[in-house]
Nanobody, 122 residues
């Protein structure tokens, strides 16, 4: 079992930065790939960024590439999403999810957090 808890969301002005954290419990966390998804009001959940269990592979949605950085700290059982140059269209609830396979699509996830709200004002 893996439990995921997101934090770090909040209100920020356009151009600002936030760092989201995904804290995990469970001894096997280090063997899971972690993916960040987001869901804006009235829209479907979409992929944001993913990191393999080793941290050696990362992937980003085109919309966040060069602005967001995903990383993981194995000692702290935590994955981070550093978000810079935020735009109003980044406003969404951000979820982290864990999967035993590195296949960052929603239906491949084994565990989900409850999400953290990011609001970017113009």
């Amino acid at each position: 079992q893996v439990q995921l808890v997101e934090s770090g969301g909040g209100l920020v002005q356009a151009g600002g930065s936030l760092r989201l954290s995904c804290a995990a419990s469970g001894r096997t966390f280090r063997r899971y790939a972690i993916t960040w998804f987001r869901q804006a009001p009235g829209k479907e959940r979409e992929f944001v960024a993913a990191i393999s269990w080793s941290g050696g592979s990362t992937n980003y949605a085109d919309s966040v590439k060069d602005r967001f950085t995903i990383s993981r700290d194995g000692a702290k059982n935590t994955v981070y999403l550093q978000m810079n140059s935020l735009k109003p269209e980044d406003t969404a609830v951000y979820y982290c999810a864990a999967a035993s396979d590195y296949r960052p699509v929603p239906n491949a996830m084994d565990y989900w957090g409850k999400g953290t709200l990011v609001t970017v004002s113009s």
